[in-house]
């Protein structure tokens, strides 16, 4: 059964920080792209950072440039969102995603993406 599971939100404070994961099952990810996106309660759902299949290329929304780092091991079959200098406009339902790429490119639309996890909830409030 091909499967993502995200972990490691959470409540944190201001300024905090937290790693969510994404491991997958029943595949490899050496062929497909991630993406981490997210969803706050009465918005549209955004694409916050995408890595490519190898690790060599990624991709951030410029509100969490800086702050927000990506990292994937393929061996572990799992996908890393470090966030640091966290703020309440983070706060929301975080997915990860696959996209069959064959190693070329970084989508960005969530409709490019044929796998997705059941998602984890980033509170960040004091």
């Known amino acids: 059964q091909v499967q993502l599971v995200e972990s490691g939100g959470g409540l944190v404070q201001p300024g905090g920080s937290l790693r969510l994961s994404c491991a997958a099952s029943g595949f490899g990810l050496d062929y497909y792209a991630i993406g981490w996106f997210r969803q706050a309660p009465g918005k549209e759902r955004e694409g916050v950072s995408h890595?490519?299949?190898?690790?060599?290329?990624?991709y951030y929304k410029d509100s969490v440039k800086g702050r927000f780092t990506i990292s994937r091991d393929n061996a572990q079959k799992t996908v890393y969102l470090q966030m640091n200098s966290l703020k309440p406009e983070d706060t929301a339902v975080y997915y990860c995603a696959a996209a069959l790429t064959g190693g070329w490119g970084i989508p960005r639309r969530g409709d490019e993406y044929g796998y997705w996890g059941q998602g984890t909830q980033v509170t960040v409030s004091s």
């Open positions: 890595i490519d299949s190898t690790g060599d290329h990624t």
